[in-house]
Nanobody
Framework: QVRLVESGGGLVQAGGSLRLSCAASGRTFSLPAMGWFRQAPGKEREFVAAISWNGAGLYYADSVKGRFTISRDNAKNTVYLQMNSLKPEDTAVYYC????????????????WGQGTQVTVSS
């Protein structure tokens, strides 16, 4: 089985930064695509960013381009999301995702989800 554990969420003022981490364990060798989604209260879960196994494939939602950066450390089976210039509208539960296919992950159908970490941006 595969387990994803997110960390790094919290409360931050608008304009501030946070770095999320997601550590994967278990049989992850066949699941090269990693990414982040978020879900705000009363809204559907939405795609935030994704990264391919070698880091050459990077994908971002328009709403976070230029502010968020996704990266990964394959030796640690960990994916990161550096979030800068945070806005109140970034407030959401952020979920890590792992998938065998990037195409599936980007449309919100990954093989595995993490449990989520809360990010709250105050104005």
């Amino acid at each position: 089985q595969v387990r994803l554990v997110e960390s790094g969420g919290g409360l931050v003022q608008a304009g501030g930064s946070l770095r999320l981490s997601c550590a994967a364990s278990g049989r992850t060798f066949s699941l090269p695509a990693m990414g982040w989604f978020r879900q705000a209260p009363g809204k559907e879960r939405e795609f935030v960013a994704a990264i391919s196994w070698n880091g050459a494939g990077l994908y971002y939602a328009d709403s976070v381009k230029g502010r968020f950066t996704i990266s990964r450390d394959n030796a640690k089976n960990t994916v990161y999301l550096q979030m800068n210039s945070l806005k109140p509208e970034d407030t959401a539960v952020y979920y890590c995702a792992l998938s065998a296919e990037m195409s599936s992950l980007r449309v919100g159908v990954p093989d595995y989800w993490g449990q989520g970490t809360q990010v709250t941006v105050s104005s």
